[in-house]
């Protein structure tokens, strides 16, 4: 067996290094518009700030790729939350149990499935250069920004907590002297709005801002057919409200950037869909309607997200040093309360089995979880150089604070939904770093970069119960989990020659301790001890066809010990944290960018990860009612036998093997404009929902359509655009995402959805 991986490997290695020296590759897709290029008919130079300073990105030895431009706004029409990233990089997915508000992300397989309100992702996700660290942060809505960069592979030297798998890069449009904004609406399919705009300018000849806002509204277009509970129009919608406004102070040696941003979001939690798997088989049930749901508990689901933050980032210019402080706090509360069992009854109403459906419910579960009070701390000051020699070098420390508490409840939906479960969970960390990197150039043709960060992270955790439904009563556990880890990093880039950039690079990084407290069903806090992680990765960055085509392409090998994972189900039926002894990975990436004609531009993207988890001894309980293909055995349980799977061999889960990405973009000079048309196809393979493998809980292939149509004209100080768009053109429907209890709950991708805007830009 291992003879075979090792020969399956270096068959990948050997075909993606002679796929990348002939032609195709992994490209950076984001860039500061250049105008030289474009009428050359050239591709624009890719500037990108990988690594807290603006570089070439062909040049950078990181594997990074970003989207902006008309690929960010084609991807993100219809009201898309920050999801529309999913399958549009190599090697990123992205998913959610909570709909809009709770995002996880995953790169090169690893991510994190755990739906707790504390729980930590290895992937992070950094806005304005402020690490967002608590879940409902990650789920700010997308608008108004310049660009996003994913950079794959351990991240942990130059950039804040928890990125042994990647990091998740947004940048913000920033105010200017000159005066510019734009405005849009679009209407689509089940009558949902979206209207976002932004205005900025000079206020003086030193102080320029900008105000961006969002404002997005779909109805409830979702009936509920359960027996007795009929119901018109009770999920589905939402209304999500975003504001952001920025001050800029330009001196002569010094900046000062001020940014404040808020979202308001209420709407209804993701459909949970009892028994909508068919048994035996990962299809859909045959009598499925996206518009229909069969729930007794839904008249009370709701979800309200509010979040605000600020930072303040000063920059002084010195001769040959700039110093950087970057001063932010971050703060997100959410109440959401949902029929999880996603069907009817379950339960005795004067001692008589009611009424079950669809399918089988051996149990009801009606619950919710909320963040009422959360604040987010983060300083970092950083000393970078700015020599015209060999030598360049960034040192910095970092510093985190978050205090955090959540409420678990359940409720007893017999009883009209009585709360009969409530557990207070508080955590507070602290962590602080201490990093710095150097850049050393060798010769002409080569150069060299290493990073060091020294990490000391600290967790208090405390569980309080005082009500719980399978009559636990009262309790309280208390965790205090510490560690430090040096992470670090050394990279090589040659140049081949004026076209073509090989680099190298070995990273190592770690995730620090999780402890998870959801006690409602179960009287044991766990806690995840700290994952570490060695990453080798080579590729080469090539500029082809006198600058027409953009090719580059990545190989990698991982492996992470003690990763953390999260094991759900058995009869107690609550959250576990898990180590795994060895996670190994490997694959490709390849990313294309083309010049076709001077009308049609192309890219390709494609990447292969193969991860496998290493452990011998690795168990967890199992689903009631799927079909399970591991090895199983059988531990006494508190309602009887349970079966046990091994998970020793198993693909990590929601981490496909495949994902690949085309787009095409037509343009045609029409009367006093420009006719486009933008069409892009994603896909991934199959996935598995849970750690265990199972008939049923293996998501099907996907494969997504877009397309976007329209025309634009200028009129003096204005460019106008109406267009016209479809997302998952054929409305491919399956499940993405599935809840592990004894009736197959699971969650269904978006149907196709039709719509047009309207966008002015003006100067």
């Known amino acids: 067996m291992k003879a075979m991986k090792r020969s399956t490997l270096a068959t ?220 018109k129009d009770v ?112 339960y005795k109403v004067d001692g008589q089995d009611a009424p079950m459906g669809p399918g089988f419910i051996p149990f009801s579960s009606e619950s919710a979880d909320g963040i009422p009070e959360h604040d987010q701390y983060t300083q970092e000051l950083r000393l970078s150089s700015n020599f015209s020699g060999d030598v360049n070098y960034q040192v910095g420390v970092f510093y985190f604070d978050e205090a955090l508490t959540i409420e678990n409840y359940s409720f007893d939906t017999s009883a009209n939904g009585k709360l009969n479960g409530y557990v207070l969970q508080q955590q507070d960390t602290k962590a602080w770093a201490v990093f710095g990197s150097v850049d050393y150039t060798i010769s002409d043709d080569l150069k060299v970069t290493a990073g060091l960060r020294y990490s000391d992270d600290d967790k208090q955790f405390s569980a309080n119960r005082t009500l719980s439904p399978i009559g636990g009563g009262a309790l309280s556990l208390t965790e205090d989990l510490n560690d430090d880890h040096i992470s670090w990093d050394i990279s090589t880039s040659y140049k081949v020659n004026d076209d073509v950039n090989w680099y190298t690079r070995i990273a190592n990084s770690f995730r620090a301790p999780s402890v998870q407290g959801r006690i409602l069903f179960g009287n044991e806090v766990t806690v995840a001890k700290s994952e570490t992680v060695t990453s080798y990765e080579t590729g080469i960055k090539s500029d082809v066809l006198d600058g027409r085509g953009r090719v580059n392409a990545t190989i990698f090998y991982f492996q992470m010990d003690d990763q953390q994972l999260t094991a759900v189900g058995g009869g107690a039926n609550f959250n576990r944290l898990i180590n795994a002894d060895k996670t190994t990975g490997y694959g490709f990436e390849l990313d294309t960018e083309w010049v076709l004609t001077d009308e049609l531009n192309a890219t390709f993207n494609l990447s292969y990860n193969k991860t496998e988890l290493d452990d011998n001894d690795l168990a967890v309980a199992v689903c009631g009612q799927c079909t399970v293909t591991d090895p199983t055995f059988q531990v006494p349980g508190p309602f009887g036998p349970e079966d046990r799977a091994i998970l020793d061999g198993n693909n990590l889960p929601h981490a496909p093997e495949w994902i690949s990405n085309i787009t095409l973009r037509y343009t045609k000079e029409l009367a006093d404009g420009d006719f486009f048309a933008y069409a892009d196809v994603s896909y991934r393979s199959k996935i598995d929902f849970f750690l265990y493998e199972s008939v049923e809980f293996e998501g099907k292939a996907l494969l997504e359509t877009g397309l976007r149509a329209g025309y634009n004209w200028s009129e003096g100080d204005y460019e106008y655009e109406v267009s016209g768009f479809v997302r998952n053109m054929f409305n491919e429907q399956q499940a993405i995402g599935a809840v592990d209890f004894n009736n197959n709950t699971g969650m269904v991708n978006e149907e196709r959805y039709i719509g047009a805007e309207f966008k002015v830009k003006f100067f």
Do not use: C
């Open 235 to 346: 999920l589905g919608g939402y209304t999500d409200k975003a504001a952001r406004i920025q001050f800029l102070y330009e001196g002569d040696d010094f900046t000062g950037l001020f940014n404040y941003h808020v979202r308001d979001m209420i709407g209804s939690p993701i459909a949970f869909r009892a028994n909508v798997i068919e048994k035996g088989s990962n299809e859909l049930v045959d009598n499925y309607e996206h518009d229909v749901i069969y729930q007794d508990a839904v008249s009370r689901a709701v979800q309200h997200v509010e979040s605000q933050g600020a930072s303040l980032k000063l920059e002084w210019d010195l001769a040959n040093h700039t110093i950087t402080s970057i001063s932010a706090w971050e703060s997100a509360e959410i109440f959401s309360r949902a029929d999880i069992d996603g069907g009817y009854g379950g």
């Open 12 to 231: 990948l290695i050997n075909a993606t290094l002679f796929s990348a020296v002939a032609g195709t590759s992994f490209s950076t897709l984001a860039a500061e518009q250049t105008p030289a290029a474009e009428k050359n008919n050239q591709l624009e130079v890719i500037q990108i700030t990988a690594r807290k300073r603006v570089e070439n990105a062909q040049e950078v030895p990181v594997a990074v790729s970003a989207l902006q431009g008309d690929s960010l706004d084609a991807y993100s029409s219809a009201g898309m939350d920050i999801r529309f990233m999913n399958a549009k990089i190599p090697s990123l997915s992205i998913e959610s149990s909570f709909g809009r508000s709770f995002p996880r992300f995953y790169v090169r397989g690893l991510g994190n499935t755990d739906f707790d309100l504390n729980a930590s992702q290895p992937v992070s996700l950094v806005v304005d250069e402020v690490v967002q660290e608590n879940a409902i942060l990650k789920g700010f809505p997308v608008f108004d920004v310049a660009r996003v960069e994913v950079l794959r592979g351990p991240q942990g030297t130059l950039f804040g907590r928890n990125t042994p798998a990647g990091l998740v890069k947004f940048d913000t449009v920033k105010p200017g002297q000159e005066f510019d904004g734009y405005g849009s609406v679009s209407y689509g399919s089940l009558g949902a709005v979206d209207f976002e705009g932004a205005v900025g300018g000079s206020l003086t000849d030193r102080l320029s801002t900008r105000v961006s806002v969002l404002w997005q509204n779909k109805d409830d277009y979702i009936d509920n057919r359960a027996p007795g509970f009929e119901q």
